[in-house]
């Protein structure tokens, strides 16, 4: 981690530092002070980053992570996922400090994570097996610290060739209507072409052929993130 917090834990009365171990401890509890999240010990424009060790290179299909949850003594510190890039590298921390991106990048979520939930990040499919997984806060998010308190990778399955489920849509809100109803397991992204009026489900859950993705300027990709609000 860039930096660490210390705080007492709740529960047992023993003074903790909020590092990078705790949130691959397998315990999903938003809880701060019960001890089983990460927090960085820096504000506003500064690193504010965590790296985990995944043990040995390992390829990444898709992220989960827990977001804490409100504190009566600090209602805003649950605020402090936001805009967060999740990326991949081979070199850890302790050797070279991530710089903000300057890595490979699995995805990007945009905005802020609800309060006490569970989300998930599709990785991109082109990236290869990298050892380590990185959590950044944007630069000057909310008031700049990173805190969470699960973070859980997952391999792809299976190697599949885009799979998925097209049919017509004059607007975009047609794709985000089917794709909510299938779910994320059914649906983890979309393309949809407005002169062709086409939408196209993806379902990559299993994983993908590991290759380039083709743009075309006639269709857009969207990411699909699922909260779990109250369910962790």
Not at 92 to 115: E, F, H, K, L, W
Not at 196 to 212: P, T
Not at 213 to 226: A, I, T
Request: net charge neutral; with cysteine; charged share 15%.
């Amino acid at each position: 981690m860039s930096s660490a917090y210390s705080f007492v834990n709740s529960l047992t009365i023993v003074k903790f530092f909020a590092v990078a171990a705790l949130t691959v401890d397998g315990i999903r509890d938003p809880t701060f002070f019960h001890g089983h999240c990460a927090h960085t010990n820096e504000r506003d424009f500064a690193k504010n980053w965590v790296q985990v060790d995944m043990g040995k290179d390992r390829y990444v299909d898709y992220i989960a992570l827990v977001s804490r949850d409100v504190e009566v003594l600090c209602i805003i510190c649950a605020q402090r996922l936001t805009n967060f890039t999740i990326g991949l590298t081979s070199t850890s921390a302790t050797v070279v400090s991530p710089v903000r991106d300057q890595y490979p990048m699995c995805g990007r979520y945009r905005g802020n994570v609800p309060i006490a939930t569970r989300v998930t990040l599709q990785c991109n499919a082109n990236l290869p097996a990298y050892r380590y997984i990185i959590v950044h806060q944007a630069v000057g998010a909310y008031n700049g610290y990173l805190g969470f308190c699960e973070l859980e990778a997952y391999e792809p399955l299976a190697q599949m060739i885009f799979p998925f489920k097209q049919f017509p849509a004059v607007r975009l809100a047609f794709c985000v209507g089917r794709c909510m109803q299938l779910g994320e397991v059914e649906c983890d992204s979309f393309n949809f072409n407005q002169q062709l009026g086409v939408c196209q489900l993806n379902r990559h859950r299993n994983g993908y052929q590991i290759g380039e993705l083709l743009p075309n300027v006639r269709w857009e990709f969207w990411n699909v993130n699922y909260h779990y609000i109250g369910n962790i």
